[in-house]
């Protein structure tokens, strides 16, 4: 059985990776729509698009990690040791994209911009990837031992689902970073790029609608808690509704809410692989009886109100300095002495 504070600490941690899902999940979009840009100048207005926010987008990662060792330590012990080789790949190619963005304008021949922005895109696409197939093998679930250490190997973790998750993942982070582009040009390129969504939506359509009978033909376990409580039926509702209403907004040209239905979407998403998931974090498909949930996989009691007093003081300063931060950029980008 499980307690208010164990299903409080799953909701925060959730929270935390939802909202870096939204945040960095358009900076990885603009890093794959990047190649599109007709020249230099082009490129240089989509980089300063978010130029001022993708470093701090990732404070919401770094955070919503720390929140997951803090109140689940099993669980983050069991991710970061299977998972490894992907969490290294990961992390270096969030280390490779940042150092992309920072030295493609050190020198001003074309070639050396061209590699860097190259190495960029590819940077974007493989993190979105492996978030997404991350997503997916959890969702899918994992092998686990009695004692909760992952048993399957590497070669497991890249299935089929896991892979059709992490193509979908990238589909998503391309429409959602379309639309912020769709914000914040404007002009031929504002133009260009509102063709973009919708060839944006059409891919993430279809590899949504094929990851949905993928999930209703495999993975069933994830539909148990909705099939329970048909109430949580809404949160599906809501999430074909954002999707369906993005191009209305597009057409009407209103962009924010276009770019706000990008978000509750993502928001819907998540939230239906956490309703799928609960009460388990780490969910073992060998023997369900293996699985760690929050309550196994928990610290005590007293950690967990600890770290909730802690979550009280910090994320306002985080969700604040956000807000700040996207209200001071929030107008269309142009080129200065101190752009990229």
Not at 69 to 81: C, E, G, V
Not at 264 to 290: H, K
Not at 293 to 311: G, R
Request: hydrophobic share 55%.
């Amino acid at each position: 059985m499980y307690s208010e504070l164990q299903v409080v600490w799953f909701v925060l941690v959730g929270i935390l990776f939802g909202g870096y899902a939204i945040l960095d999940g358009f900076d990885f979009g603009v890093g794959m729509l990047l190649l599109l840009a007709r020249d230099d100048g082009e490129r240089r207005l989509l980089l300063n698009s978010i130029g001022p926010v993708w470093d701090g987008n990732e404070v919401w990662l770094i955070t919503g990690g720390g929140a997951l060792f803090a109140a689940f330590p099993n669980a983050y012990a069991t991710l970061f040791s299977g998972f490894y080789l992907i969490f290294m790949a990961l992390l270096a190619a969030l280390i490779f994209r940042g150092v992309s963005i920072e030295f493609r304008s050190k020198e001003p021949m074309g070639w050396w911009r061209s590699l860097w922005d190259i190495n960029f895109f590819i940077g974007s696409v493989l993190i979105a990837f492996l978030l997404g197939a991350f997503a997916g093998n959890l969702a899918y679930g994992v092998a686990l031992d009695a004692h909760g250490n992952y048993i399957g190997g590497f070669w497991a973790l890249l299935n089929p689902y896991a892979l059709l998750v992490g193509l979908t993942a990238v589909a998503l982070f391309l429409m959602h970073g379309s639309i912020y582009l769709v914000m914040k040009t404007e002009g031929a390129l504002h133009d260009r790029v509102r063709g973009w969504v919708n060839n944006a939506i059409i891919f993430f359509i279809m590899c949504s609608a094929t990851t949905t009978m993928a999930t209703l033909l495999y993975d069933r376990h994830l539909t148990v808690e909705i099939r329970k409580h048909p109430i949580f039926f809404v949160v599906a509702l809501v999430n074909m509704l954002a999707i369906a209403n993005i191009p209305r907004e597009i057409f009407h040209k209103r962009d924010f809410r276009a770019f706000l239905s990008s978000c509750v979407s993502i928001i819907a998403l998540l939230s239906l692989l956490a309703i799928g998931l609960f009460p388990n974090i780490v969910y073992a498909r060998n023997n369900p009886a293996n699985s760690l949930t929050i309550s196994n996989a928990s610290s005590s009691s007293y950690t967990l109100k600890i770290m909730l007093i802690i979550a009280f003081i910090g994320m306002p300063i985080v969700i604040t300095y956000t807000t700040y931060v996207y209200w001071v950029f929030r107008h269309k980008t142009h080129l200065g002495d101190h752009s990229y």
